[in-house]
């Protein structure tokens, strides 16, 4: 039977899932799944600067170096994920207290070498991660508190010139449909592209949830991205439920799945359709979403989950 990854081939699409470290250590049939099933892979934790440089000035790459060897052993693209978030950030970030022109130097020089340390090894990077609010307005964080909305063109311009080949996205959650928070991430971006930024795509992350509507738009929402030159791609797409899990949720949980996939495939420039892990023995859901879980494609034994077949018989 051929794979999720080789499917995704004939349809032009990627189909990736996010790495969880430990788990690629530890478990060899998580191993097995993430480096067959797979054509592409994101680091869930380990290129984001909490984990890159815990001690100022002191960088921490292994991890990361171990995933992209995965990648390039098992024929797959890497996304790297993220350069600019107002999460995961080390201590001695959040803590300190720095200037407005310190802060920038830190943000360009985490962005310059992290972006270097890599490169030609990246395919995609996420370069800012959920910049928005819903309500469509500009998410407060130390980035736009200090440096002003100017961030987000500078992070751009920084990882480009660090890494001229590398496709660079914008990332975000809740923007799966048309919505305030989609629409205010187009005007930016056209912005952007106005102002000819480096930035080459939008990321949607998919987190969805059986009991919330399915975003039966997402092909209007993302042809609009697709409209001003701009690559898309799903790249965190989960599907959650309130648990116990049950046949009801698990076949709405298949068809949460399909919408996102298939909005992916009616979308021309969608290059990439990644999950945020592929068994619920591994999964962000149940540590984030409080009674809430069996959000993955494969059951906690990789046994597939109807989702796993929907996505076949999409691809
Ligand atoms: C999550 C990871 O899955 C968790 O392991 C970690 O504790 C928190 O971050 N949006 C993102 C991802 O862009 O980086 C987040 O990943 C999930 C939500």
């Not at 803590?95 to 395919?123: M, N, P, Q, Y």
């Not at 969805?208 to 991205?225: E, G, K, T």
């Not at 990439?272 to 959000?295: E, I």
Request: aromatic residues 10%.
């Amino acid at each position: 039977a051929r794979t999720l990854g080789e499917l995704g081939r004939r349809a032009g699409v990627r189909i990736g899932t996010a790495v969880d470290m430990s788990a690629l250590a530890a478990d060899a049939p998580y191993r097995e799944k993430a480096a067959t099933e797979f054509s592409s892979v994101t680091p869930e934790n380990v290129m984001k600067w909490e984990a890159v440089e815990a001690v100022r000035g002191t960088y921490t790459w292994g991890p990361a170096d171990d995933l992209v060897d995965f990648a390039r052993d098992n024929h797959q693209l890497v996304r790297g994920h993220t350069l600019v978030w107002h999460s995961q950030l080390p201590g001695w970030l959040t803590s300190g207290s720095f200037t407005a022109d310190e802060l920038r130097d830190i943000l360009h020089r985490h962005i310059t070498d992290e972006v270097k340390h890599f490169k030609g090894h990246i395919w995609q990077w996420d370069v800012v991660n959920e910049a928005f609010n819903d309500d469509g307005t500009l998410r407060d964080s130390v980035w736009l508190r200090n440096l002003g909305p100017g961030y987000i063109a500078d992070a751009f311009r920084w990882a480009h010139e660090a890494d001229p080949k590398a496709e660079l996205y914008i990332n975000d959650y809740n923007i799966e449909g048309v919505n305030p928070k989609s629409t205010a991430l187009l005007a930016l971006v056209t912005e952007l592209k106005a102002q000819h930024v480096p930035i080459d795509g939008v990321g949607v992350q998919g987190h969805l949830a059986v009991q919330y509507p399915a975003p039966h738009d997402i092909a209007d929402n993302l042809a609009r991205f697709d409209a001003l030159g701009l690559d898309t791609a799903i790249t965190e797409a989960d599907v959650r439920m309130v648990m116990p899990a049950d046949a009801t949720k698990t076949e709405a949980q298949a068809e949460g799945y399909s919408v996102l996939l298939q909005g992916c495939l009616l979308t021309e420039h969608c290059t990439d359709f990644t999950v945020w892990g592929f068994t619920d023995k591994y999964s962000w859901v149940p540590n984030t979403f409080s009674g809430q879980g069996s959000a993955n494609l494969l059951t906690e034994d990789y046994r597939p989950k109807p989702a796993y077949t929907a996505l076949r018989q999409d691809l």
